[in-house]
Nanobody
Framework: QVQLVESGGGLVQAGGSLRLSCSAS????????MGWYRQAPGKQRDLVAT???????NYADSVKGRFAISRDNAKNTVYVQMNSLKPEDTAVYYC?????????WGQGTQVTVSS
């Protein structure tokens, strides 16, 4: 059983910053890829950023230069530092972790950026 707990969402003004965290707990194999997706109302869930166990990162073009993903393998935790937030970043943010070939998802955390 794998449980993911997300934190750090909230309301922020445009240009502000937030840091999201997601911790995985339970009995499982070493965590592989970790990452974040987001879903705005009426839209599909889209990639935000991913990070491999070795620390290789991948970002959506829309967040490059503004967001930074990182992880702590000892804590099975993934973070995303979000700077220079824009109203179009408003969405529910979901973290995921990959164990072998299975992806597990968090419950989602709301990020709202006001103009």
């Amino acid at each position: 059983q794998v449980q993911l707990v997300e934190s750090g969402g909230g309301l922020v003004q445009a240009g502000g910053s937030l840091r999201l965290s997601c911790s995985a707990s339970g009995s499982f194999f070493p965590v592989g890829d970790m990452g974040w997706y987001r879903q705005a109302p009426g839209k599909q869930r889209d990639l935000v950023a991913t990070i491999t166990r070795a620390g290789n990162t991948n970002y959506a073009d829309s967040v490059k230069g503004r967001f930074a993903i990182s992880r702590d393998n000892a804590k099975n935790t993934v973070y995303v530092q979000m700077n220079s937030l824009k109203p179009e970043d408003t969405a529910v943010y979901y973290c995921y972790v990959r164990l072998l070939v299975t992806d597990y998802w968090g419950q989602g955390t709301q990020v709202t950026v006001s103009s």
